[in-house]
């Protein structure tokens, strides 16, 4: 499947967009995450996954997802995280992570369910890293699995699931009509008409 | 992101990132703090010898990120896994061992930072995405679409500035975050669509399809000085880990 000209230059500017925000994010994080630990912090996770939702489910393109994530953490590395390089790798762990959401169901399935399982997923494999970059082997075995299942939820919700919210938002504004997303969703539209009329 | 005029400037940018990735690489294996503040204080000897780091530069830089790292520090101090107990108070529980492996990762955070900051900061973007072309085979349709979409960091930051000024002079007052979320993201995101849709015409109505076969005003090389820095580099953080470990 080639990627248009138009479809390549949309995905990295909404992922520049992401990697503002991601940016903007580090930067609440921090003094949170020294008050409640990683358990309480790790809430805060999802919106760091939220490039991948938003672009695969506008695009739908095999390693939309990874692109995304990995171009917006590139950004937020070259804009000045305090995470420093450790920022785009985890990027690429998030984007895998991601990515295998989709191709679970061969870029076939763009809905709810495989947006907020991208999120998860994109958490679970964020936890890895951490694992092995940050020394979150070191915390006691119950904050660890906490801190696990506290960035899967937040994967889901604040990755896929608001993923979903802005991105249908929108396409409410017509913007999106000469997308994939809108393409398939006409395609939809007529088969339901036709049925109807019939 | 610019570059300065140092000899780090000078190297190759994929090279550059790809030694720093490594030395990161191997920062992760480290467990031992002491090991890990040496392999720190040698990346922020090479910003300032090789660098062109200013001492006003590094403070600057560099200290936000310290009262970052002490945070990280304390986080896995007081959450860490240990057995000999020093202090707790509450859900704190500070411990001999989670000291050590606070110290470690609050260090290793450090070293990522500097490491990156060397590359950020001696690094042109535009060179940067050429190397990128031309050492890691990226496809220049990517790789020009990334140059067009980073142009657009600055227009965003101004954009939402302009949109919140105008919401002010029209009396509007954020009551909920997450209403005001919405309300400047999703134009925030429209116009990002309708500018990308259009700087896609415009290059393709210039002729632009994105094949391998085309020439290039800027080219980048691998000569010896970039092998010279990623050996020597990774040689002496090697000898530390050797000597200490």
Redesign the interface.
Known sequence: MK????E??????????C??IYLGWSTLW??I??LV???GAGFMFGIWVIASPIVAYIIRKPGAAF?AEV?AAA?E?????????????VGVFQGIGSEIAFALFRYKRYNLFTLMLSGALAGVLGIVYNL????FG????G?FFATLAIHIISGAILGGWLGKV?VD??AK?G??E?YEIMKQTRKKGEINGNISRM | ?KANDSFLASLNPSCKLFT??FV?FLL?TISNPKVTLFIWILGVFVGILLGGWRISYLFKRLV??LG?SI??F???A????GETTIWKWA?FHVTE??IT?GL??AL??LG??????L??STTD?TLFIMSLIHQCKLSP??AY??L???R??PL??SELRQMKTAHKVRGYKQKNSWKAF?RY??P???Q??????R???A??ARG?T?TKERTYYQTTQVVTKDWAYAFLLLIVVIALMMVEG
Do not use: C, D
């Open positions: 990627w248009k000209m138009k390549v230059v949309l995905a990295v500017i909404l992922s520049v967009a990697g503002v921090i003094p995450s020294a630990g990683p358990v692109i171009a950004v590395l070259l804009t000045g995280s305090h995470f420093g390089l450790s920022a785009l790798l092995v970059a940050n020394g070191y915390y006691t075995t904050v802005v938002a929108l504004t913007v999106l000469q | 992101m720093h990735i990161m992760m936000p990120y970052f945070l990280v304390w986080m896995m007081a959450f860490g896994e859900w061992e989670s492996n470690t990762v290793r955070m990522f930072v500097t490491y990156g900051l590359f950020t973007l349709k990517w679409g990334l067009a979409g980073f657009f960091i965003f930051q919405m993201s999703i925030l995101f429209s990002g669509i309708r500018k990308a849709e700087i896609a015409i290059m393709e632009f994105g």
